[in-house]
C-alpha cells in the first residue's frame, strides 16, 4: 500500500500515459515488421543451440550470420532450423556444429510445410517448457524462503572474475544484502555476441556468459538456502545481444534484469531501430520467464541537471512502462529508474529528491521502482559520500521504494571493495529500520516546497511528452530530448543488424509468447 | 633549519594516523594479530584495533596509530607552487588576444571505457560544480565523442578538425587497462607525426600530473578538476607553443 504524501492530479497523470501509450504505439508499429540478427540468434538459443566453433564463434552466430549472407533471413532463422533439422533428421545443435563444418542451411531442399511447422512447434514447447520451470522453481523458492523487506538491498559485485564475484556476493548476502547485481565488463554492451563459458577476466565487471549466470545463481541458492532469504540475481538486458541475454537469463533463473528501452541509444550509440526490435523481445521473454526489469533514467542525470531535467525522467518512465506493457510485461515486473542525483549543495535538495521519489512512487504504486544512488556528485570524500548515502536511505525508506541499489563511498574510487559494500548495508540497514514507518507518520502540506516542486515535474512531464508525441520519440531522441545526448535516427553501431521481416517471417517462440501473455501487436490494426 | 612534518592530529607531531583495510581472516585473535602487525610493518606505533568486523571468512578493521616516520620539508624537491587560476571570462579574453583564434579540442573516452561522467563534466555545456563546460566558451571549438573510441578514431577526428588539443577520459582501471590504452595512443601519435602539434591532456579519478608524464602526456587532471583547470591550462600552452614557433 502505497502512502499518499502528496496529491498528485489525477488528470494530468492520466493524460500522460495516454501520450505515452501513443508514442509508445508508434514505436511498436515499426517494431512489428523487423527482426535482427540478436532476435534472430536468441531464437536458435532457445531451439538449443548452445557451445562455439572451431574459432570460438557462439554457434548462435554462425547459423544466423550464415542466413543473414545468404540474404535469407526474413524468412526467421526458425524456418531455416526446421527445414533443416527435417532434411537431415538431427536436431538443432547437431545441424548448428554441421553449419560450423560447412553446411549451409539455404542451400538444403525446401521440407513439407507441415512438417517443418511441426518441429518448430517442437522446439518451442520445450524452450517453454525450461522457461516455465525456472520460473516455477523462483515462485515456489520465494514463497518458501521470502525475501527481505522492501527497500531491497541492492548491492553490485564487479571483480572481473566470476569466482571472486561468488565469494563477494555471498558475503554481501550473508550481511544482508538482498540483491546481486553482476556488473558486465565495460566492453560487452558493444559486442554483437554472447561469450561462452566461465570466465576469470574483465575490465570493470565480469563477462556476461550463461556460464557465469549458472554459476552465480547457484551460489546464491546455496546462501539463499542457508539463510532462509530468497537472495536475487541481476544481469543487464542491454547492448546489441539484448534479447540473447534474457534468454539465457530465462533459463538460469535470472531474477531481475537491467533492460531499458532507449538506454543502448543514448548512452551506448546503438542504432534505434536495433534496441526497439531488440528490446521487445527481449521484454516479451523477461515477461514470460517472470523476471522484473529494471529501467535506466538514472542514467538521464549523470549527463543532465538533476533538477532542469527532474522531468524527462517521469516522462521515460511513462514510455518504458507502455513499451514495457506492450512487450507483455506486468506492472509488478516493471523496476521503473530514477536516481537521487541532485547537487548536494543545493539549498533544500533534500526536499526535492523527496518530492520526485514520492511523486514517482504514487504514479506507480504496483511496480518495484529502482531507485539509484548518488554518483554525480561523489567527489572523492569517502566521508562526505558515506552521509551522501545516508540521506539516499533515508529518502527511499520514507518514500516506499523497492529496490535500492545501495550507494558506495568509494563510488567514483574503484569498483566497491568487499568492506565498502558492508559498509554501505550497514549504512541503509540502520536507516531503512531505524525509520521504518516514517512515511506512514507524514504528509507533505499542501502549501510547501515538496508538493509544488512535485506539481512542477508532474506538469513539466505532461508538457514534455506533448512535445514528444509530436515530432515522434525518433526524433525526439535525435534532437537531444533525453539526457542531453543527441542521436541520428538511422545512424548507431548495430544498425546492419536490422532485417525487415518478409512476408513468410515466422518466429515460433515469439508466437508462443504473444499467445500465452495475451498480447496482440500494435501493427495488427493498433488494437493495444 | 630541519622542518619534520608528520600527520596531525591534536597536537604538533602525534603523527596520528587513520586506515582501514579487510584481512581475508575470519575475525578472531589470529585476524587481530596479523592486522596488528601488518600496521606496524607499515610504520605505526601505538596502534588502536579500533573497530572489528566479522564479515564472514573477512574481518574489517578501522585501526589508529601514531607514523612513526616524517618528512624533511628542506629535503622535499621543489614543487610547482599552484597557479591563480584564470576564470571564465579571463580565459576567453586571454584566447582572443593572445592567439586570436579558437582553440580546437577534440575529447572522447578511449577504449573500452564508457564512462563518461568525468569528460562531459569538462565538455558539456552545463559543466560540473558550476563551472560551465568547454563548449560554452566562445573561444573553444569542442569536440565531444562520447564513449568507448579506439584510440585511431579519436587521432583521425583530430586531424579531420586540426585540433590542438586532444582530451582522454579513463575511469576504469582495474587492472591498469588505462595505462595501456594512454601508451598506445601516445605511441600512436608519435607513429603518425601527430605528436609535436598536438597538446595530449588525460582526466580521470585516477590520473595525476606526474603519471600523465610518465605515459609521454602534456597534462594529466585528477579528482575535482573542472573546465576551467582544463581551459587555461589549454589556453596558455597554445599561447606558449605559438610564441615559441612551434
Keep these: 500500500m502505497v502512502n499518499q504524501l502528496l496529491a498528485v492530479d489525477e488528470d494530468k497523470v492520466g493524460k500522460a500515459r495516454e501520450l505515452a501509450r501513443r508514442i509508445a504505439q508508434d514505436i511498436q508499429r515499426e517494431i512489428d515488421q523487423t527482426t535482427t540478427v540478436s532476435v534472430e540468434r536468441t531464437v536458435a538459443r532457445l531451439f538449443g543451440i548452445d557451445g562455439t566453433n572451431a574459432d570460438g564463434v557462439p554457434l548462435p552466430n554462425v547459423v544466423v550470420d550464415q542466413v543473414d549472407q545468404d540474404g535469407q533471413l526474413h524468412r526467421g532463422i526458425a524456418f531455416w532450423l526446421a527445414n533443416a533439422v527435417v532434411a537431415l533428421d538431427q536436431p538443432p545443435q547437431e545441424v548448428a556444429q554441421a553449419c560450423a563444418r560447412g553446411l549451409s542451411l539455404c542451400s538444403l531442399e525446401i521440407q513439407e510445410p507441415g512438417r517443418v511447422s511441426q518441429v518448430m512447434e517442437e522446439y518451442t514447447r520445450r524452450a517453454l517448457k525450461a522457461i516455465k520451470k525456472q520460473r516455477d522453481t523462483r515462485t515456489e523458492m520465494k514463497a518458501r524462503l521470502g525475501t527481505g523487506p522492501e527497500p531491497l538491498k541492492y ?26 547485481a553482476v556488473i558486465r565488463t565495460t566492453a560487452q554492451s558493444l ?20 556460464a557465469n549466470f549458472r554459476v552465480m545463481r547457484e551460489a546464491l541458492d546455496e546462501v539463499s538456502e542457508e539463510l532462509g532469504r530468497y537472495v536475487q540475481l541481476v544481469n543487464y538486458c542491454s547492448g546489441l545481444c539484448m534479447p540473447e541475454i534474457a534468454a539465457m537469463g530465462a ?81 509488478w515486473q516493471l523496476g521503473l529508474g530514477h536516481a537521487f542525483e541532485l547537487d548536494p549543495k543545493m539549498p533544500n535538495g533534500f526536499l526535492y529528491e523527496l518530492a520526485m521519489a514520492q511523486t ?17 556528485h561523489m567527489t572523492g570524500d569517502i566521508f562526505l559520500g558515506h552521509v551522501q548515502n545516508a540521506m539516499f536511505n533515508l529518502a527511499s525508506v520514507l518514500t516506499g521504494q523497492s529496490i535500492h541499489l545501495l550507494g558506495m563511498l568509494t563510488e567514483a574510487i574503484h569498483t566497491p571493495h568487499i568492506g565498502d559494500r558492508i559498509l554501505s548495508i550497514e549504512n541503509a540497514h540502520y536507516i531503512m529500520e531505524n525509520a521504518r514507518d516514517l512515511g506512514r507518520e507524514i504528509k507533505f502540506r499542501p502549501d510547501g516546497i515538496v508538493q509544488k516542486r512535485s506539481e512542477d515535474i508532474v506538469n513539466g512531464t505532461v508538457q514534455f511528452l506533448e ?18 545526448v543527441k542521436r541520428p535516427t538511422t545512424g548507431g553501431k548495430g544498425r546492419e543488424g536490422v532485417v525487415r521481416k518478409g512476408m513468410d517471417y515466422v518466429n515460433p517462440i515469439m508466437d508462443a509468447m504473444e499467445r500465452e501473455l495475451g498480447l496482440v501487436s500494435a501493427g495488427e490494426g493498433g488494437q493495444l | 633549519m630541519v622542518q619534520q612534518i608528520r600527520p596531525y592530529g591534536d597536537s604538533w607531531g602525534d603523527g596520528q594516523v587513520q586506515l582501514s583495510f579487510t584481512l581475508p581472516l575470519p ?66 579574453a586571454f584566447i582572443q588576444e593572445r592567439i586570436g583564434r579558437r582553440i580546437v579540442v577534440v575529447g572522447a573516452c578511449t577504449g573500452t571505457d564508457a564512462h563518461t561522467v568525468g569528460l562531459d563534466a569538462i565538455m558539456n555545456m552545463k559543466g560540473y560544480q558550476g563551472e560551465y563546460g568547454l563548449e560554452r566558451y566562445p573561444w573553444f571549438e ?91 591550462f589549454l589556453a596558455k600552452e597554445v599561447a606558449r607553443r605559438l610564441e615559441r614557433g612551434e
Excluded: W
Design chain 1, 155 to 180: 548491492v553490485i559485485v564487479a571483480s572481473g572474475n566470476i569466482f571472486e564475484d561468488v565469494k563477494q556476493a555471498q558475503a554481501a548476502a550473508r550481511h544482508g544484502a538482498d540483491i546481486i
Design chain 1, 191 to 210: 559486442l554483437d555476441y554472447v561469450p561462452y563459458g566461465t570466465t576469470t577476466e574483465g575490465f570493470g565487471g565480469t563477462y556476461a556468459t550463461q
Design chain 1, 251 to 331: 533459463l538460469e533463473r535470472l531474477d531481475m534484469m537491467l533492460n531499458d528501452a532507449m538506454y543502448g541509444i543514448l548512452f551506448r550509440d546503438i542504432n534505434m531501430d536495433r534496441t526497439f526490435t531488440d528490446q521487445y523481445f527481449s521484454r516479451m521473454i523477461n515477461a514470460y520467464a517472470g523476471i522484473i526489469i529494471n529501467t535506466g533514467e538514472d542514467n538521464y542525470l549523470t549527463t543532465a541537471d538533476a533538477y532542469e531535467k527532474a522531468h524527462t525522467v517521469l516522462a521515460s518512465n511513462f514510455i518504458n512502462e507502455q513499451l514495457g506493457l506492450m512487450a507483455g510485461l506486468r506492472q
Design chain 1, 360 to 376: 514517482i512512487r504514487q504514479i506507480f504504486p504496483n511496480s518495484p521502482l529502482k531507485y539509484m544512488p548518488p554518483t554525480k
Design chain 1, 467 to 484: 512535445e514528444i508525441a509530436a515530432v515522434g520519440l525518433k526524433r525526439a531522441i535525435s534532437e537531444g530530448f533525453f539526457a542531453d
Design chain 2, 27 to 92: 575475525a578472531g585473535p589470529k585476524a587481530r594479530e596479523a592486522a596488528n602487525r601488518l600496521v606496524a610493518q607499515m610504520g605505526l606505533e601505538n596502534v588502536q584495533i579500533v573497530h572489528e568486523k566479522d564479515l564472514h571468512g573477512f574481518t574489517f578493521f578501522i585501526i589508529y596509530g601514531r607514523c612513526r616516520h616524517s618528512v624533511d620539508l628542506n629535503q622535499l624537491p621543489e614543487v610547482e607552487a599552484d597557479e591563480q587560476p584564470m576564470g571564465f571570462e579571463e580565459i576567453n
Design chain 2, 142 to 232: 569542442t569536440y565531444n565523442l562520447g564513449s568507448q573510441i579506439p584510440n585511431e578514431a579519436l587521432l583521425q577526428k583530430a586531424v579531420e578538425v586540426q585540433a590542438d588539443a586532444v582530451l582522454v577520459s579513463q575511469v576504469v582501471t582495474q587492472r591498469d587497462i588505462h595505462i595501456k590504452n594512454l601508451t598506445e595512443l601516445v605511441e600512436l601519435a608519435e607513429a603518425e607525426g601527430l605528436r609535436p602539434r598536438l597538446i595530449l591532456v588525460v582526466g580521470g579519478p585516477r590520473i595525476d600530473r606526474r603519471l600523465a608524464a610518465e605515459l609521454g602526456f602534456d597534462a594529466g587532471f585528477g579528482v575535482g578538476t573542472t573546465a576551467r583547470d582544463v581551459a587555461g
